[in-house]
């Protein structure tokens, strides 16, 4: 170690304020990449790595001088971070009271039946005060879908939320307006005017408004289908999947004191009642028989008598079946296929024919 002359103190100290000086303009060039990737997917957005090496290889003006930048890549690595660190959300922990509020969603899960492994759809509801949940497995997650397990589940819980909770699935909301303004789909508005809750949506990209819910689909796929379950049918399923919610109430939420059903109690008594009559939970729509004697729904083609051949009939379409009505009278009613292209027949519509 040697004591420094003072014109080596000199020439260090203009070094000092030369770097220091660069660096100030260098942070606004850093923001200007940052800014940029606001408008690319996540997958294309700078790491800090990527940062360095643009400004080790560009010449730039922000270095002041034209010169390319001559520093390391920790410096730009802590710059980038606190900026990204100062852009991060932070949220408020909410508390909601008792039957005010159910949260739902759907969950994919893979089960084994005899005829092999199969994807299956799982519609979740679960109460946001006591956690009290209910699924339910479907092979499709399309509107008649929703419709007949969310009755299904007011049936289960013997009581109705005020609120009810989605994303924006299209199966829901036919179009997203400005702010939490929707456009709801027909049926789901008739469900909701039926059941006498409020429809309500989070924000787009927003999955962190209903937190309770997609705790619950990590529930069913971490819990509840691990090992992956084996069962006859979707019946032997779903009979299941209820034991697991009458069960999941024995146990204390985290940070609660209380269990699921104790606090669920509280849900049901400030909650309101069942309807006095069931809601029809089909998804209809109006269809022209062909010379077939086919009527279709979703591409798929059902038979329907002689007699309603070249007329227009009402397609009622549930989870599990099809029914035709003609002139307010069911006329056929098939098992629902959801098989592209396929054709569901009765031979006994075509007698009149065959004759």
């Known amino acids: 170690r040697r004591q420094m002359g003072e014109g080596e103190r000199e020439w260090y100290a203009k070094g000092s304020r030369k770097r220091a000086q660069k660096w100030g303009p260098l942070k606004t060039r850093i923001l200007e990449i940052l800014k940029q990737d606001e408008s690319a997917q996540s997958k294309q957005g700078h790491t800090a790595m990527r940062v360095f090496e643009r400004l080790r290889d560009e010449d730039s003006d922000a270095a002041g001088d034209g010169e390319r930048y001559r520093g390391g890549y920790d410096s730009v690595r ?33 089960v084994d039946f005899p005829d092999g492994r199969r994807k299956v759809n799982v519609l979740i509801l679960v109460w946001s005060y006591s956690n009290a949940p209910f699924a339910i497995a479907f092979p499709t997650q399309r509107t008649e879908a929703i419709l007949e397990g969310m009755a299904q589940a007011f049936e289960f819980f013997g009581c109705v939320p005020k609120e009810v909770w989605w994303d924006n699935p299209r199966t829901v909301a036919d179009a997203v307006l400005s702010g939490r303004e929707r456009k709801i789909n027909a049926r789901y508005a008739a469900l909701a005017s039926h059941f006498a809750f409020e429809p309500l949506f989070c924000l787009p990209a927003k999955g962190n408004e209903k937190p309770v819910v997609e705790n619950r689909v990590k529930t069913l796929e971490r819990k509840w289908s691990t090992p992956v379950p084996q069962m006859q049918d979707m019946a032997e399923l779903n009979e299941y999947l ?114």
């Open 78 to 110: 802590r710059f980038v971070k606190q900026h990204r660190e100062s852009k991060r959300e932070t949220f408020i922990p909410l508390n909601h009271d008792p039957g005010q509020r159910v949260e739902a969603d759907f969950g994919e899960i893979q």
């Open 242 to 355: 209820r034991e697991c919610c009458v069960r999941d109430r024995d146990r204390n939420s985290s940070g609660k004191t209380e269990t699921i059903g104790v606090r669920f109690e509280r849900d049901r008594e400030a909650s309101a009642s069942l309807p006095k009559y069931r809601f029809d939970t089909s998804f209809r729509r109006d269809a022209k028989v062909d010379k077939y004697q086919f009527a279709q729904f979703d591409n798929v083609s059902y038979s329907v008598p002689r007699h309603c051949a070249f007329q227009s009939v009402t397609m009622k379409a549930y989870v599990d079946r099809v029914e035709i009505v003609h002139r307010n009278a069911v006329v056929a009613t098939h098992e629902r296929s959801y098989q592209t292209g396929d054709q569901v027949l009765d031979p006994l519509h075509y007698l009149t024919t065959l004759e």
